[in-house]
């Protein structure tokens, strides 16, 4: 049996925010607001659920879920809709009503390709635009307008074309955690399972040395360190995985001997440096259900660790605990209520969405490869921040 281990970060590193963290009590009250409970016909509905979550949720707190799980699969089924569960949703939702689960490039792709009539994703709004982008005809759905992200807000399409006017001719490949006036600024955007990737790819296209990469700088000198080309970026950090430090490996590694250390490339150039391992959300899934390391830690927001544990028993998950605020946002009884009601749909100016549209669409038409890794140990790489 897999095993959660809670540790705290040093100092200034995050903890869990318990505002943040619905938990059990809040579903419970949700669900009988709404006039749904836990009866004989939920239970045998959602007992075969359960079996993927016992690792993270008591049996004595599952009947305060099931009821709404219940009551989002038949809405689903009903109303012909899907949910898009980004790595990042708590458990109850990524494994018991995620329909298609992943990291930002795998849902994006299902959004273009599945044929459900409603798309609800559960994500954050970034990704619900990229959704919408993808599939213009069906509707988008987001139960929480403020799941955000403080990678996306650190820039505008405005601030895209005064880039554009100061590096002429040079590619500007945008990170999919950006808006979708954003992208459609673009030239092509990427994500971290293929960074390295697409920006190499640019080079070679434009027959260039330098490449655009925003907004986030970390990513930008982690892609830059893997590629060697020479990369302008802009000041965006992401607020979670800003938070690591190489003094948190340094740590954990001596508290925990024998401990595998896995980074997401958001994470700081030192923190990448100091890892055993670095790739985008899937990459990560993917070093764990492949090596089946007796111990390890997620360098990345900390509901990944309750949902690699399902399929990997065995391990020991050391989790400093760093939430991401904004998909936190996304709860069970936020998705019932946006199925119910059908709020919030995502709407984009055609003119934007086209735009953007081609820009992803580029990411998506390259040879379809497996999530790259980040090579790590590298010394750390410098970029023009505009
Ligand atoms: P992935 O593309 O690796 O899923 O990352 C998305 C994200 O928001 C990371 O913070
Ligand atoms: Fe944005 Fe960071 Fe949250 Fe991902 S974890 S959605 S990059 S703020």
């Given amino acids: 049996m897999a095993r959660i281990i809670d540790v705290p970060l040093h100092e200034a590193g995050g903890s869990c925010d318990p505002r943040a963290v619905h938990g059990a009590w809040g579903a419970l009250d949700a669900a009988a607001r709404r006039g749904l409970l836990y009866t004989p016909e939920v239970k045998v509905e959602t007992d075969h659920l359960y079996e993927r979550v016992r690792h993270v949720i008591p049996s004595i ?15 689903k089924r009903e109303k012909n809709a899907v949910i898009l569960a980004h790595n990042y949703m708590t458990s109850e939702i990524f494994h018991c009503v995620g329909d298609f689960r992943g990291d930002s ?4 792709r299902e959004a273009a390709e599945t044929d459900a009539a409603i798309i609800v994703q559960a994500g954050v709004h970034f990704m619900a ?6 599939a213009p005809e069906k509707t988008v759905l987001i139960p929480d307008l403020r799941a955000g992200c403080s990678l996306a807000a650190s820039i505008t399409g405005a601030d895209v074309r005064l880039i554009k006017q100061r590096y002429p001719g040079v590619p500007v490949v945008t990170y999919v955690n950006t808006s979708a006036d954003v992208k459609a600024e673009s030239d092509v955007t990427c994500t971290s399972s293929n960074a390295a990737a697409v920006v190499e790819w640019a080079a070679r ?6 490449v655009i990469l925003i907004p986030d700088e970390y990513l930008a000198k982690n892609v830059a360190a893997q590629t060697g080309i020479k990369i302008i970026s802009w000041h965006g950090r992401c607020e979670v995985h800003e938070r ?9 590694r001596d508290a925990h001997p024998g401990l595998v250390v896995l980074a997401h490339p958001e994470c ?9 391992f670095a790739g985008s959300t899937a990459a990560l899934q993917t070093y764990v259900d492949e090596k089946r390391p007796a111990k390890v830690v997620l360098l990345t927001e900390c509901s990944m660790s ?12 050391i989790r400093p605990c760093n939430l991401c605020p904004h998909m936190k946002r996304i709860t069970l009884e936020g998705i019932y209520d946006a199925l119910v009601e059908m709020k919030h749909e995502v709407i984009i100016p055609e003119d934007v969405s086209i735009r953007a549209r081609r820009a992803i669409q580029r990411m998506l038409d390259l040879p379809k490869e497996k999530p790259r890794a980040f090579k790590v140990g590298m010394p750390e790489a410098a970029v023009e921040l505009v």
């Fill in 205 to 210: 296209t434009w027959n260039t040395e330098r």
């Fill in 61 to 75: 707190e599952w009947p305060a879920y099931a009821p709404l799980i219940a009551a989002i699969n038949r809405m």
């Fill in 129 to 134: 635009e990229t959704s919408k982008v993808l």
């Fill in 268 to 276: 700081p150039p030192d923190v990448m440096a100091a890892a055993d």
């Fill in 105 to 108: 490039l795998q849902l994006a």
């Fill in 306 to 317: 309750d949902n690699v544990a399902a399929t990997a028993p065995g391990t020991d998950f």
């Fill in 244 to 252: 690591f430090t190489a003094q948190d490996i340094a740590e954990m």
